[in-house]
């Protein structure tokens, strides 16, 4: 039997193509820089951590812009200089996210952390949508995926109250922007990640084990997914395979959402 690295499996379906990531310098964005480049696209790594963020650009090739994805302004300057330097705007993968421990139940979130988690999860999706969409309104093309998360299908107990809510509103935007942008050759799907073993997800389980093996029992798969696994459906939501999808819901939650138990 024939074994393949991934690397060599690797399809170069995006060649030539302009990418640009949020929350490149780690994660999720981090992988999907790597993917993205791997199959040849020239990659914009946007991130507020400019050491992370330099280092992720430095080792795909790409460019770094510094931004903070809830200030307009700085968001304009990014798809602008992705623009400037590449000659288009193919790609938009906003992925930047925050998932801080004040945001809980409903009952001990104060107003403050709502709001913060509200801007950075929900209005950067907002902004960056608005800064690319002209781009591929010229062009005649282009794909947006946006990072939601299987939260926004289901409900917990064990609640994180503004992302649950922050992620619902990604969700429904963008089904509201798939729809309306359908016909000028832009797609616009909402990825919705199950937990992912990222800094993210190991920083909020570091000092509660139990909270994440509470999580993990309801995962058909039996484990958390891996950043490439998310970074691999983003690849194919950047791609032409995926012509015929937009305004979609596209989960990749290891069952999490079609199970009502989970195997013993």
Not at 5 to 17: F, S
Request: glycine share 10%; hydrophobic share 45%.
């Amino acid at each position: 039997m024939t074994t393949h690295t991934t690397e060599e499996a690797v399809c170069r379906r995006l060649v030539g193509r302009t990418a640009v990531v949020t929350g490149a310098g780690s994660g999720i964005g981090l992988a999907t820089a790597r993917r993205l480049a791997s199959e040849g696209a020239n990659v914009v790594c946007a991130d507020v951590d400019e050491t992370a963020g330099k280092a992720a650009a430095d080792e795909v090739g790409g460019l770094f812009v510094k931004v903070d994805v809830t200030d307009a302004e700085q968001v304009e300057a990014l798809f602008k200089a992705a623009f400037d330097t590449y000659g288009s705007v193919d790609i938009a993968f906003n992925n930047a996210g925050i998932s801080p421990p004040d945001d809980d139940s409903i009952l001990t979130t104060g107003l403050d952390a709502w709001r913060r988690v509200q801007e950075v999860n929900l209005t950067s999706v907002y902004l960056c949508c608005k800064a690319a969409l002209p781009y591929m309104q010229r062009q005649g093309k282009g794909s947006i995926i946006n990072t939601a998360s299987f939260v926004a299908k289901m409900g917990a107990a064990t609640s994180q109250i503004s992302y649950t809510a922050s992620k619902g509103g990604v969700l429904a935007m963008s089904r509201e922007l798939g729809v309306q942008f359908a016909r000028e050759g832009i797609r616009v799907n909402a990825l919705c990640p199950g937990p992912v073993n990222t800094p993210l997800l190991q920083e909020l389980f570091a000092k509660d084990p139990e909270r994440a093996a509470r999580r993990l029992v309801h995962i058909p798969v039996g484990r958390f997914a891996h950043a490439e696994e998310i970074a691999a459906a983003v690849a194919f939501l950047a791609s032409d395979d995926s012509a015929f999808i937009t305004a979609a819901e596209f989960l990749v939650d290891g069952g999490i959402s079609g199970a009502y138990v989970t195997p013993l």
